[in-house]
């Protein structure tokens, strides 16, 4: 998949639904952790270096920050070390304060991230499951059905999007 560079930045520096610093191991064998700052925005994982932001950034948390949107890195105009797009891919708790990232094409392409906390690993682990479009989507097409069901009306038609095959009932699988 391509991606325009510059508009990945852009993004990168968006408000966070997610923000720490974490220990990160990248896929290739003999990979060591290394604290980055991490960043979830809509449906991408942004990693940073942690001594680009340590001059003073503002926005930036201290060692072990953490927490929803507002908490954290919404100000970091550093670079992102790597983004991952989180599409096709498993998230799965390791042990009691880690997690890792896997890709259903390349299972063995696997990241690992080690939270300072069981509570800071559940947070992270349930707002990265829920940050892909499928996972969106399939929450829209269920909730679209239980409003008809409910109402007997679709809740789509006033904005004239019903019959976009993206929300299709058909489209949801049990």
């Known amino acids: 998949m391509r991606y325009n560079e510059k508009e990945l930045q852009a993004l990168s520096r968006q408000p966070a639904e997610m923000a720490a610093e974490l220990g990160m191991r990248g896929p290739k064998k003999g990979s060591v952790v290394k604290r980055r700052l991490v960043k979830l925005v809509v449906n991408f994982l942004f990693y940073f270096?942690?001594?680009e932001a340590?001059?003073?950034a503002p926005g930036v948390p201290g060692p072990?920050?953490?927490?929803?949107?507002?908490s954290a890195l919404?100000?970091?105009?550093?670079?992102?070390?790597g983004a991952l797009l989180l599409e096709r891919c498993r998230v799965a708790q390791e042990e009691p304060s880690g997690f890792s990232i896997s890709f259903l094409e390349d299972p063995e392409r696997k990241y690992h991230f080690e939270c300072c906390s069981e509570g800071q690993c559940r947070e992270w682990v349930d707002a990265l499951r829920g940050a892909s479009y499928e996972f969106m989507r399939r929450s829209l097409v269920f909730y679209r059905s239980e409003i008809q069901k409910m109402t007997g009306?679709?809740?789509?038609?006033?904005?004239?999007i019903s019959e976009e095959a993206r929300f299709q009932l058909s489209g949801l699988k049990a």
């Open 64 to 70: 072990r920050g953490g927490g929803p949107a507002g």
């Open 153 to 160: 009306k679709d809740p789509l038609e006033q904005f004239g």
């Open 49 to 51: 270096r942690t001594d």
């Open 74 to 81: 919404t100000a970091l105009s550093p670079q992102p070390v």
């Open 54 to 56: 340590e001059g003073g």
